[in-house]
């Protein structure tokens, strides 16, 4: 039954035949062309340069410089071509003020990186440039190359800052084009639009000899061109910006935002107390990093975003329009007596005007922002609508603004309640306590800002941006669409608004700091309780209009004290200032 | 008692060892005057001994065990292709699952196991030529198009070689195989009208002259035409990205950045060993880390860099006295299976050496396939080890029947 098995010849001719063809080419190339590939690897002439493009620069709308580029000179070590690793590093080390483990690690972790440039200080001051760079001669490892640094106009909060490319970034991103030395945007602006700010790394290789001839291994696509990144165009205005900077209370902590109503776009970006982004781009040590750490005022801490807080009176206006929406109450209903207070069962719930107000409509208990009245109010809905219309309100959820880490905020649920305080828990007196913007509700100044523009807009919510011109695929700019409208009626709406006015510019409103002569001012005060301190967070926040602007804006102070008496007058004056460059 | 291939075992561990040598040296850097180890030659030898130890289970292990579990292990190796076309990109194709430290490759297992299963499916007796074809094609086929999907041209390429090897030791009729290969020498030949025509001319006279039936050539002539016809169609619904893929497998020097930067420095290294190398651990090409990964695809090039000539002969030699050698041996194997396994183990080995030297020496497409025994890889070092494991115990069975 077995045939005779003959291909086992055939597959031993194959064998030889290949390992034939293989030798062959050995032989080809070390014993012909040797010494030609010897020449060459002596030389080192063919290897891959990468070509980084220029990242895209920050500006304001009226075009003025926010973040730009400037000329930087940056030390570069070949690990390839180090003599003495002992040496050179205590070389760095002395002359560039720079820990020697730490050189001697960025040496080792780049050992198979021998022929590139690995980057081990930045941003070099040009006098130590000067004086160093002759001793640099003497170590052939060391390369200084003059390059661009990012260079911050001003302390704030939005652009953030770049910094050196960590390893487990590098790890993520070394496929888009990103190499061991790249910057990335680390926080703000600069890390939400990484993408549009960096650009693509170009490359091209090297195959030139000594005497400059072409070696002729490739014979096109020698280079590809870097494409650099775009430039990112703001809402931001420069002058409005420093100015609000310039009168926030000295020493005081909190934020101050300023968004045109009608298209969402932030006019002024104010959290205190701030940074300057240009601490980052030396490459800031480990001891001035734990400095601002630790520093008890935070002053990394985006306080318009990153901070949540209770929102006091400034969240009022939400109940009262849940209670006209629901027809619980209409304009003219007259709800319990204020007399300084109000018992549920057992406790009593303080109204902040210990004489008490009476008994007061909607409009005159926001204007007055009577507690009693919404105290009263709340207790006509069950925690789940109250929860459930804040929401619809785009409070406790982000809205989305371009930066990164945005705080959602947060309002209590029934869940919550009974999850925190046991089954038995009393939710009546908790949602008491939260109609007036107390208790366990957070927000962020940014989502009170979003939410007073809408008012103004008529009603029509636009989510808060930095960047003027959304930017699609390649370089298109698109306008920023997205609108939502509030859970409100007209008729609710233009009371809501009516008693906004009221409480700016009618005798005994609480805000009538911020009233101006030509200029309508909307506004809610709030002085929210806390944990933080004795005295309360100083609101305001509402928008104002004429025939020049139409903005809404938020004034947030941390412990400052009473919204009508220290926020408002900020308002005042930034208005004021405004309208005045506005001519 | 029961004869062992000692010749073949023995040239086994010396390639192995010249694995370890090669890999500690390849995996070393030069700082000043400092070398810089990482310490792939350690896990590479634990490795080692994993792989001698299935190598002795394997030897050991009853044959009907072997027989019942290679189907069960074909499907499951068919899943886990499947498998890790969803898991996510590892340096940019889907070719790994990771596990833990070790990333493991399913197209080795695979490769082993298509193997096994067509020489089990198509031993059968009382086939008839179509059983055959249809059978052997369905089961290579399966992780072929899987394995395209990764992507990996040059492993789906190997899995060809194995069915053409072993299909030329079968019982089917040698006309077949030139079914099976003239289509792709068509799709080739598309480039041009005047070469497709020259070549259906050959091809007609050579089935000719085979004494074929009239009927048959006039087939074959038909798909090929068909197949001239259609390549150009096929070609063009590709998207560009795709194309490029394929014509920088075909001509690397497309792509300077990448493949074809990669064999240039491999060229250079290997050239400027010269006679007799630079010296072990002392290859400047390999020091400045011009190619990235050389323990494990460019492993060759260090070895010629370092030990030049006469070193790459060495192992040349090795290799050709160890493939020499089974493939002398496997006729000596009577039950028909185990001669198609070893036939087509020998294949895929032979293969692989060829096209990752061929390479590294700038003369075959680059592929990420490693060089067997030497390379480092741990899944790759496993499944080789094993499948001569198998040629071993076949070997060693033969006494029964004889």
Same mark, same amino acid.
């Given at each position: 039954?077995?045939?005779? !098995?003959?291909?086992?010849?055939?597959?031993?001719?194959?064998?030889?035949?290949?390992?034939?063809?293989?030798?062959?080419?050995?032989?080809?190339?070390?014993?012909?062309?040797?010494?030609?590939?010897?020449?060459?690897?002596?030389?080192?002439?063919?290897?891959?340069?990468?070509?980084?493009?220029?990242?895209?620069?920050?500006?304001?709308?009226?075009?003025?410089?926010?973040?730009?580029?400037?000329?930087?000179?940056?030390?570069?070590?070949?690990?390839?071509?180090?003599?003495?690793?002992?040496?050179?590093?205590? !070389?760095?080390?002395?002359?560039?003020?720079?820990?020697?483990?730490?050189?001697?690690?960025?040496?080792?972790?780049?050992?198979?990186?021998?022929?590139?440039?690995?980057?081990?200080?930045?941003?070099?001051?040009?006098?130590?440039?000067?004086?160093?760079?002759?001793?640099?001669?003497?170590?052939?490892?060391?390369?200084?190359?003059?390059?661009?640094?990012?260079?911050?106009?001003?302390?704030?909060?939005?652009?953030?800052?770049?910094?050196?490319?960590?390893?487990?970034?590098?790890?993520?991103?070394?496929?888009?084009?990103?190499?061991?030395?790249?910057?990335?945007?680390?926080?703000?602006?600069?890390?939400?639009?990484?993408?549009?700010?960096?650009?693509?790394?170009?490359?091209?290789?090297?195959?030139?000899?000594?005497?400059?001839?072409?070696?002729?291994? !490739?014979?096109?696509?020698?280079?590809?061109?870097?494409?650099?990144?775009?430039?990112?165009?703001?809402?931001?205005?420069?002058? %409005?910006?420093?100015?609000?900077?310039?009168?926030?209370?000295?020493?005081?902590?909190?934020?101050?935002?300023?968004?045109?109503?009608?298209?969402?776009?932030? %006019?002024?970006?104010?959290?205190?107390?701030?940074?300057?982004?240009?601490?980052?781009?030396?490459?800031?040590?480990?001891?001035?990093?734990?400095?601002?750490?630790?520093?008890?005022?935070?002053? %990394?801490?985006?306080?318009?975003?990153?901070?949540?807080?209770?929102?006091?009176?400034?969240?009022?206006?939400?109940?009262?329009? %849940?209670?006209?929406?629901?027809?619980?109450?209409?304009?003219?209903?007259?709800?319990?007596?204020?007399?300084?207070?109000?018992?549920?069962?057992?406790?009593?719930?303080?109204?902040?005007?210990?004489?008490?107000?009476?008994?007061?409509?909607?409009?005159?208990?926001?204007?007055?922002?009577?507690?009693?009245?919404?105290?009263?109010?709340?207790?006509?809905?069950?925690?789940?609508?109250?929860?459930?219309?804040?929401?619809?309100?785009?409070?406790?959820?982000?809205?989305?603004?371009?930066?990164?880490?945005?705080?959602?905020?947060?309002?209590?649920?029934?869940?919550?309640?009974?999850?925190?305080?046991?089954?038995?828990?009393?939710?009546?007196?908790?949602?008491?306590?939260?109609?007036?913007?107390?208790?366990?509700?957070?927000?962020?100044?940014?989502?009170?800002?979003?939410?007073?523009?809408?008012?103004?807009?008529?009603?029509?919510?636009?989510?808060?941006?930095?960047?003027?011109?959304?930017?699609?695929?390649?370089?298109?700019?698109?306008? !920023?669409?997205?609108?939502?409208?509030?859970?409100?009626?007209?008729?609710?709406?233009?009371?809501?608004?009516?008693?906004?006015?009221?409480?700016?510019?009618?005798?005994?409103?609480?805000?009538?700091?911020?009233?101006?002569?030509?200029?309508?001012?909307?506004?809610?005060?709030?002085?929210?309780?806390?944990?933080?301190?004795?005295?309360?967070?100083?609101?305001?926040?509402?928008?104002?209009?004429?025939?020049?602007?139409?903005?809404?804006?938020?004034?947030?102070?941390?412990?400052?004290?009473?919204?009508?008496?220290?926020?408002?007058?900020?308002?005042?004056?930034?208005?004021?200032?405004?309208?005045?460059?506005?001519? | 008692? *029961?004869?062992?291939?000692?010749?073949?075992?023995?040239? /086994?561990?010396?390639?192995?060892?010249? $694995?370890?040598?090669?890999?500690?040296?390849?995996?070393?850097?030069?700082?000043?005057?400092?070398?810089?180890?990482?310490?792939?030659?350690?896990?590479?030898?634990?490795?080692?001994?994993?792989?001698?130890?299935?190598?002795?289970?394997?030897?050991?292990?009853?044959?009907?065990?072997?027989?019942?579990?290679?189907?069960?292990?074909?499907?499951?190796?068919? /899943?886990?292709?499947? /498998?890790?076309?969803?898991?996510?990109?590892?340096?940019?194709?889907?070719?790994?699952?990771?596990?833990?430290?070790?990333?493991?490759?399913?197209?080795?297992?695979?490769?082993?196991?298509?193997?096994?299963?067509?020489?089990?499916?198509?031993?059968?007796?009382?086939?008839?030529?179509?059983?055959?074809?249809?059978?052997?094609?369905?089961?290579? @086929?399966?992780?072929?198009?899987?394995?395209?999907?990764?992507?990996?041209?040059?492993?789906?390429?190997?899995?060809?070689?194995?069915?053409?090897?072993?299909?030329?030791?079968?019982?089917?009729?040698?006309?077949?195989?030139?079914?099976?290969?003239?289509?792709?020498?068509?799709?080739?030949?598309?480039?041009?009208?005047?070469?497709?025509?020259?070549?259906?001319?050959?091809?007609?006279?050579?089935?000719?002259?085979?004494?074929?039936?009239?009927?048959?050539?006039?087939?074959?002539?038909?798909?090929?035409?068909?197949?001239?016809?259609?390549?150009?169609?096929?070609?063009?619904?590709? *998207?560009?990205?795709?194309?490029?893929?394929?014509?920088?497998?075909?001509?690397?020097?497309?792509?300077?950045?990448?493949?074809?930067?990669?064999?240039?420095?491999?060229?250079?290294?290997?050239?400027?060993?010269?006679?007799?190398?630079?010296?072990?651990?002392?290859?400047?090409?390999?020091?400045?880390?011009?190619?990235?990964?050389?323990?494990?695809?460019?492993?060759?090039?260090?070895?010629?860099?370092?030990?030049?000539?006469?070193?790459?002969?060495?192992?040349?030699?090795?290799?050709?006295?160890? @493939?020499?050698?089974?493939?002398?041996?496997?006729?000596?194997?009577?039950?028909?299976?185990?001669?198609?396994?070893?036939?087509?183990?020998?294949?895929?080995?032979?293969?692989?050496?060829?096209?990752?030297? $061929?390479?590294?020496?700038?003369?075959?497409?680059?592929?990420?396939?490693?060089?067997?025994?030497?390379?480092?890889?741990?899944?790759?070092?496993?499944?080789?080890?094993?499948?001569? $494991?198998?040629?071993?115990?076949?070997?060693?069975?033969?006494?029964?029947?004889?």
């Amino acid at each position: 039954m077995y045939r005779k !098995f003959t291909i086992s010849d055939y597959i031993r001719y194959v064998i030889v035949l290949i390992f034939f063809i293989l030798i062959i080419f050995v032989f080809k190339l070390q014993i012909i062309e040797g010494e030609k590939y010897k020449n060459i690897a002596e030389k080192n002439i063919v290897r891959i340069q990468t070509i980084y493009p220029t990242r895209g620069e920050i500006y304001d709308c009226k075009y003025r410089p926010i973040v730009l580029n400037k000329p930087s000179y940056n030390l570069y070590i070949t690990p390839g071509e180090i003599v003495n690793k002992e040496k050179v590093s205590k !070389f760095v080390s002395t002359n560039f003020n720079k820990d020697i483990d730490e050189i001697k690690k960025i040496i080792h972790d780049n050992r198979y990186r021998s022929y590139q440039d690995i980057l081990l200080i930045q941003n070099i001051p040009f006098e130590k440039m000067v004086i160093t760079s002759e001793q640099l001669n003497y170590y052939p490892s060391l390369l200084l190359k003059a390059e661009k640094v990012r260079e911050y106009y001003f302390s704030n909060h939005f652009t953030g800052y770049t910094g050196h490319i960590t390893k487990d970034e590098y790890n993520k991103l070394s496929r888009k084009g990103y190499s061991i030395n790249s910057n990335i945007g680390k926080a703000g602006l600069e890390k939400y639009y990484e993408d549009i700010l960096h650009g693509k790394n170009g490359q091209q290789v090297l195959q030139i000899d000594a005497s400059g001839k072409n070696l002729e291994f !490739f014979k096109h696509n020698l280079q590809t061109a870097p494409q650099n990144g775009a430039d990112l165009i703001l809402t931001i205005d420069n002058d %409005l910006q420093e100015y609000i900077s310039s009168i926030f209370p000295k020493n005081r902590k909190g934020s101050i935002v300023v968004m045109d109503i009608k298209t969402g776009g932030i %006019l002024a970006y104010v959290s205190k107390p701030d940074f300057d982004p240009n601490i980052f781009t030396g490459g800031i040590s480990a001891k001035q990093w734990d400095n601002i750490i630790t520093d008890p005022d935070k002053p %990394l801490l985006d306080r318009i975003i990153h901070g949540t807080y209770p929102p006091g009176s400034v969240y009022k206006p939400i109940l009262a329009s %849940l209670g006209l929406e629901e027809k619980v109450i209409d304009s003219n209903t007259k709800l319990t007596k204020c007399e300084g207070g109000m018992w549920f069962g057992n406790r009593y719930f303080k109204c902040w005007l210990k004489e008490g107000h009476g008994r007061l409509s909607v409009v005159d208990a926001i204007k007055y922002s009577c507690d009693v009245f919404f105290y009263d109010l709340s207790t006509r809905f069950s925690l789940e609508q109250i929860n459930r219309y804040t929401k619809q309100n785009y409070l406790s959820t982000r809205t989305g603004i371009d930066l990164p880490g945005e705080r959602k905020g947060f309002f209590p649920s029934r869940k919550w309640y009974i999850d925190n305080y046991g089954k038995y828990v009393g939710i009546l007196g908790h949602k008491v306590n939260l109609s007036i913007g107390q208790g366990e509700v957070l927000v962020t100044p940014l989502q009170i800002c979003a939410y007073y523009s809408a008012l103004g807009n008529d009603g029509i919510w636009r989510r808060p941006h930095l960047l003027a011109k959304r930017i699609e695929a390649e370089h298109t700019y698109k306008d !920023f669409v997205e609108q939502k409208h509030l859970p409100i009626s007209e008729a609710t709406l233009k009371l809501i608004q009516n008693s906004l006015y009221k409480t700016v510019n009618e005798s005994y409103g609480t805000g009538t700091a911020a009233s101006i002569n030509g200029i309508d001012v909307y506004g809610k005060t709030g002085s929210a309780e806390n944990h933080m301190g004795e005295i309360t967070h100083a609101w305001f926040s509402g928008y104002a209009k004429c025939d020049k602007f139409e903005i809404g804006f938020t004034v947030f102070i941390e412990n400052g004290g009473h919204g009508g008496s220290v926020s408002a007058p900020i308002a005042r004056k930034f208005i004021n200032y405004y309208y005045g460059i506005m001519e | 008692m *029961k004869k062992f291939e000692w010749m073949i075992f023995s040239l /086994l561990l010396l390639l192995l060892i010249i $694995g370890i040598i090669s890999i500690y040296t390849a995996s070393s850097s030069k700082i000043g005057d400092d070398f810089l180890f990482t310490n792939y030659y350690i896990k590479q030898f634990i490795w080692i001994i994993i792989s001698m130890f299935i190598l002795f289970l394997l030897l050991k292990a009853p044959s009907a065990i072997i027989e019942i579990s290679i189907f069960p292990i074909y499907i499951f190796t068919i /899943l886990s292709l499947i /498998l890790v076309l969803f898991l996510p990109e590892i340096k940019g194709s889907h070719r790994w699952i990771s596990l833990g430290p070790v990333n493991f490759q399913p197209s080795e297992l695979a490769k082993l196991f298509t193997i096994m299963a067509i020489s089990k499916f198509i031993s059968k007796q009382f086939l008839n030529d179509g059983q055959i074809l249809l059978r052997s094609f369905i089961i290579t @086929l399966i992780p072929i198009t899987l394995i395209l999907l990764e992507p990996d041209l040059g492993t789906a390429l190997t899995f060809f070689v194995i069915l053409f090897s072993i299909l030329l030791v079968s019982d089917l009729p040698k006309f077949y195989l030139i079914l099976i290969i003239s289509p792709m020498l068509s799709i080739i030949t598309s480039i041009s009208i005047w070469i497709f025509i020259a070549y259906i001319l050959l091809l007609v006279y050579i089935l000719y002259r085979s004494n074929l039936d009239k009927v048959i050539i006039g087939f074959v002539v038909t798909i090929n035409t068909f197949i001239f016809f259609i390549t150009p169609i096929f070609w063009n619904s590709l *998207k560009d990205y795709q194309q490029n893929r394929i014509l920088t497998f075909i001509n690397p020097m497309r792509d300077p950045f990448g493949a074809g930067y990669q064999i240039i420095q491999s060229k250079i290294a290997i050239g400027s060993g010269g006679i007799f190398g630079k010296g072990f651990l002392l290859g400047t090409q390999k020091n400045m880390n011009f190619l990235p990964e050389h323990h494990t695809d460019f492993i060759f090039s260090v070895i010629g860099e370092e030990f030049g000539f006469f070193g790459c002969t060495f192992i040349l030699l090795i290799y050709f006295l160890f @493939l020499y050698k089974i493939a002398k041996s496997i006729r000596k194997i009577k039950w028909k299976e185990y001669r198609y396994v070893s036939v087509g183990i020998l294949a895929c080995i032979t293969f692989q050496i060829f096209i990752n030297i $061929g390479m590294n020496l700038g003369i075959v497409p680059t592929t990420g396939i490693p060089l067997p025994f030497i390379s480092y890889g741990g899944s790759n070092l496993l499944v080789n080890v094993a499948a001569i $494991g198998f040629i071993l115990k076949y070997l060693n069975e033969r006494s029964i029947f004889a």
